[in-house]
């Protein structure tokens, strides 16, 4: 095991002179060390002869004519560290691989064209899948072998991996002609995968009704969220239900959603003393979380507590969007103006441990009688309720637990705010959790997304300015001079031909800073992006492939329809491109937008629960959809109390333009705007709904009245 901190570990092998090291590693290395992904650098000490994902190792493996054994995981996985220190490690694992095999080590969050399709063939052999991902391949990439976690040696009916390599390098000798005969099978089975139905559906409100339906029925109505355990927040279904229930004024919708969202924060799976959502929660009440975060989970999070707040008027989901932003900026901000990947599950070498209490520590910390308090509040107890001691969570909120102690609300609160404020500083004196510090373009899109929407909807400005130094940072290190994104960043070095994901999410990105700020290069920006995109990820039949055109091609370009942790990108990108082509005018990228959602909706027709962004953009293009051009006859002229009126209600198919005087940059990006004029020298609002233009107005209380209209 190795001693350093992972953290500690990854820096230490990040500062090394590489320069001065064979191209092997030489003794105290293997390849991995010239890598500048940190789940690969962990592994840079490892006795297998590792190499990182390209022709080299496939040349050797067809070269010496031995099969590949291939590791996928991500730096902040639980079961991926348990792996590396049970096998990879382990110097008797190394001695039957590496003269058998050539050994290749992938970061699923750089390479998820990677991820997906040896994912796709574990799920295909075994009927599941996850992390750590464990393949076997031929020389010519193709998979034979599927499998996740396997321990070193062979327990309970599962092989271990020294088993597994004494079996293969005995098959790869005896029967290598099943071996290959098996790599085609799949590999073809993955192409016919690929083969996308020509059948497209009407866009109607019915396939909206029966998704709600589809999620009534594997409502929990208990603990809320959906099935069983273990429960993800999966945020995108809660932002769809919430659509739906005031698309068709369904209140059951409505309650779904919102008692999940209710519940996601009360529970572990919330940090109640930092804040923020770990990955997801074991058991089916939310208590104990898998305790990785995720900047995607985050993101995503602050959007559906956002949509709630519109959608009912309670400041508690203002609260929690803001609560969770809190965390976002003051914990995953890199330096340099964008956000880090994740936060580990693991210090110390347990899982948990930075976040779990005992009555005792939280005594020293806080004295006995608010120690008492705090520890009554959040369920702490000396029995425990994880491996003897506690993860702090609430059965009730803050405004019923103070009707229960009958104090008031406001005083209840200040002394938790107080008590929170001093375990944290307490809890900072602990070993953190490694921190992935990879900048991903994707994920930063979905970051600026949730912090531009916060910073308009809960006037707090600082966060469009965390967003904009985000977005800036992307264009500026995550560009090249062609236009073309990339998807990683770290430690100085861009890299990776960025994927479908990573448009799509950061154009996402984009549109909403612009529809906080105003700002018409976002605008501009996300609108060439969108252009792009199209250029590059089409299949001209009008679908999306996930890889570019000038991008490595790992057996197939992929399409990821199904929503995950994340919406799928060929979804997200439907959305972008309608409502850019109602921003801009632009009637060719709208009607890209609709042919793309017609034609991926028979899928969603069928599993609505795995589609729910592309559902999402459904809600959107069925309408009504609104433009509104504000009119502003001065520089000075501000718009408050319009923006306030469109603003405090959940309005998702409506757009804002923000016309200033002389604005020759939007008349040119943005048709809409070009004949709305200010009338009577005042701040004018202009009202578009379904391409239908409404008389202008010139006050907050007119135009509230002509959006309830």
């Given amino acids: 095991m190795q001693a350093d901190h992972p953290q500690d570990l990854v820096t230490r092998l990040s500062q090394i002179d590489q320069s001065r090291l064979p191209a092997d590693g030489g003794p105290e290395f293997n390849r991995l060390i010239f890598e500048k992904s940190p789940y690969l650098l962990q592994h840079a000490e490892n006795p297998l002869d590792w190499y990182p994902w390209g022709d080299e190792a496939f040349e050797r493996a067809r070269r010496e004519n031995k099969p590949v054994f291939l590791s996928i995981g991500y730096s902040t996985c639980h079961w991926c560290h348990v792996m590396a220190h049970e096998s990879f490690e382990d110097r008797q ?22 991820d997906n399709t040896y994912m796709t063939v574990c799920q295909m052999l075994t009927g599941s899948g996850g992390w750590p991902l464990t393949l076997l391949l031929t020389p010519e990439r193709q998979p034979f072998f599927a499998a996740t976690y396997l321990p070193k040696d062979s327990r309970g009916g599962m092989m271990g991996l020294l088993d597994l390599a004494r079996k293969v390098t005995e098959l790869w000798q005896t029967e290598r002609s099943r071996i290959d005969q098996t790599g085609a099978q799949i590999r073809e089975s993955l192409l016919r995968l690929e083969q996308t139905a020509a059948k497209s559906a009407t866009l109607d409100a019915q396939s909206l009704r029966a998704a709600r339906d589809h999620f009534l029925q594997s409502f929990d109505r208990h603990h809320a969220g959906f099935g069983s355990a273990p429960k993800f927040p999966t945020p995108h279904n809660l932002s769809l239900l919430l659509r739906i229930g005031q698309r068709f004024a369904d209140q059951q919708a409505q ?25 997801y929660s074991v058991d089916a009440r939310w208590l104990v979380p898998h305790f990785e975060k995720m900047l995607y989970d985050q993101a995503l999070a602050t959007l559906a507590y956002l949509d709630a707040w519109q959608a009912t008027g309670e400041n508690f989901y203002g609260q929690v969007a803001q609560e969770i932003l809190d965390y976002l900026v003051r914990d995953l901000k890199h330096p340099e103006g964008a956000f880090c990947c994740g936060e580990d599950a693991d210090s110390e070498g347990e899982e948990g441990t930075f976040y779990v209490w005992t009555p005792e520590q939280i005594r020293s910390v806080l004295g006995k009688e608010q120690g008492d308090i705090l520890c009554h509040i959040y369920g702490v107890t000396e029995s425990g309720n994880f491996e003897g001691k506690n993860i702090l969570h609430l059965e009730r909120d803050v405004a019923e ?20 404020h001093k375990l944290l500083a307490a809890r900072a004196r602990r070993i953190r959790p490694h921190r992935d510090d990879k900048i991903l373009t994707g994920w930063n899109g979905l970051a600026i997304a949730a912090l531009a929407r916060a910073a308009a909807l809960l006037d707090q400005p600082a ?46 990105g984009l549109t909403e800073l612009h529809q906080a700020g105003f700002d018409n290069r976002y605008l501009a920006t996300a609108l060439d992006l969108s252009r792009g995109m199209l250029h590059l990820f089409s299949d001209a039949q009008g679908d999306l492939y996930d890889t570019g055109d000038d991008a490595e091609t790992i057996i197939t370009r992929g399409r990821s329809r199904h929503d995950g942790a994340v919406p799928a990108g060929s979804s997200l990108a439907v959305l972008n491109l309608l409502r850019l082509g109602r921003l801009s005018g632009d009637a060719q990228l709208e009607q890209r937008g609709e042919d793309l959602l017609a034609r991926l909706l028979p899928a969603a027709i069928q599993n609505p629960q795995a589609f729910s962004q592309l559902l999402i ?13 504000i009119a ?8 408050t109390e319009m923006l306030k009126v469109l603003r405090q209600k959940l309005r998702p198919r409506t757009l804002v333009l923000l016309r200033r005087p002389d604005d020759a940059v939007l008349e040119h ?14 701040i004018t609002a202009w009202l578009c709904r379904d391409q239908s233009c409404q008389a202008p107005v010139t006050s907050a209380e007119e135009l509230e009245k002509m959006l309830a209209g």
């Fill in 463 to 508: 966060l469009i300015t965390h967003a904009a130094k985000a977005a800036d940072f992307i264009l500026e290190q995550l560009r090249t001079a062609e236009g073309r994104l990339l998807r990683r960043y770290r430690a100085g070095d861009a890299a990776i031909p960025a994927f479908l994901e990573d448009y799509s999410f950061f154009i996402f």
């Fill in 93 to 114: 694992v190394a001695d039957a691989l590496n003269p058998h095999f050539i050994c290749i080590k992938v970061d699923r969050e750089e390479r998820p064209d990677i």
């Fill in 401 to 420: 637990l103070a009707k229960e102690t009958a104090t008031p609300p406001e005083q209840l609160g200040a002394l938790l705010g107080e008590a929170r």
């Fill in 255 to 279: 309650v779904m959603a919102l008692q999940t969202l209710q519940q996601m924060r009360l529970g572990g799976l919330f940090d109640q003393i930092g804040f923020g959502l770990h990955r």
């Fill in 632 to 639: 502003l006859p001065d520089a000075d002229a501000r718009p």
């Fill in 617 to 629: 953009a459904l809600d959107y293009a069925l309408g009504p959809r609104e433009e509104v051009v």
């Fill in 669 to 682: 990006l943005a048709a809409p705007v070009r004949d709305k004029q200010v009338v009577d020298g005042r």
